[in-house]
């Protein structure tokens, strides 16, 4: 494979999956939830990653594991 499709390749790999509109607004959600105080305690995301990875090692699908993550990140 040349070196420009290898490019190409990797850039849609890591393209955005949503509109840059969309990007900025989760951001600033994020950031509004951080200054007034809605967080997720360290030791709790701890704990749910840990499951997560508990999960995916013991067989469970990525698919699982993917959503069990998104869920934490929307909490």
Same mark, same amino acid.
């Given at each position: ?17 949503? *509109? #840059?509109?969309?990007?900025?607004? %989760? ?5 509004? $939830? !951080?200054? /007034? ?12 990653? *840990? #499951?997560?990875?508990?999960?995916? %090692? ?5 698919? $699982? !594991?993917? /959503? ?8």
């Amino acid at each position: 494979m040349s070196y420009d499709k290898q490019k190409s390749k990797l850039k849609s790999t890591f393209a955005l999956e949503e *509109s #840059e509109e969309v990007f900025n607004a %989760k951001m600033q959600k994020g950031l509004d $939830d !951080a200054r /007034n105080g809605r967080v997720t305690p360290l030791d709790d995301v701890y704990a749910k990653l *840990s #499951e997560a990875i508990s999960e995916i %090692k013991d067989g469970a699908k990525s698919a $699982d !594991a993917e /959503n069990f993550i998104k869920g934490l990140m929307n909490s």
